[in-house]
């Protein structure tokens, strides 16, 4: 771990999910559905995705529960957690969901179909360097409770270093 650096541990922009800012949620989901990532060996699913502007300009990235909650009804995504909370104590007749259920699905595709991505995404808090230590790697991560870190070479973003790789280099010293 001594000499490792973030340029060690990221994984290539081309191989990491993005996509635009128009793009919508559906398309997001699409992105996210269709990538796998392989590093040594450990197949996992992408969490998130960085999200560009036309000039391929970092402007955020979105989580999964970022897009899931994008899917909710917009008077909802506006009001407090206590408040939405509160929906989901009352008793439904299971009869009566039955009968909701389909538009509650067509609403739900209205609003992938129709939302773009820039409206749900995060913006970029914080970068790590290439050439950047993995020692400051860890402690920006923790720092803004994050598990992704964009990584930049000459001001471009080269790549992500993401939270179970950095694990997975700890776990060797401590375990060797």
Do not use: C
């Not at 009968?99 to 939302?115: C, D, N, R």
């Not at 409206?119 to 860890?138: K, N, S």
């Amino acid at each position: 771990m001594e000499n490792v650096r973030a340029r060690d541990v990221l994984i290539p922009l081309e191989k990491y999910p993005h996509l635009p800012y128009w793009f919508t949620l559906k398309q997001a989901i699409a992105e996210m559905e269709g990538a796998q990532l392989e590093i040594d060996g450990r197949v996992s699913l992408p969490r998130m995705l960085l999200v560009f502007d036309e000039k391929y300009q970092l402007m955020g990235m979105a989580r999964r529960r970022d897009i899931l909650k994008g899917l909710e009804p917009k008077f909802l995504r506006e009001k407090p957690l206590q408040y939405r909370k509160k929906l989901w104590d009352v008793q439904v007749d299971p009869e009566l969901s039955e009968l909701s259920y389909g538009k509650v699905v067509e609403a739900v595709i209205k609003l992938a179909e129709e939302t773009p991505i820039s409206e749900v995404m995060l913006p970029i808090e914080v970068t790590v360097d290439y050439e950047d230590h993995i020692v400051r790697v860890i402690y920006e991560m923790n720092k803004h409770n994050l598990s992704l870190l964009p990584v930049l070479r000459d001001n471009k973003v080269v790549g992500v270093v993401r939270s179970v790789d950095v694990f997975h280099v700890v776990a060797k010293v401590v375990l060797a």
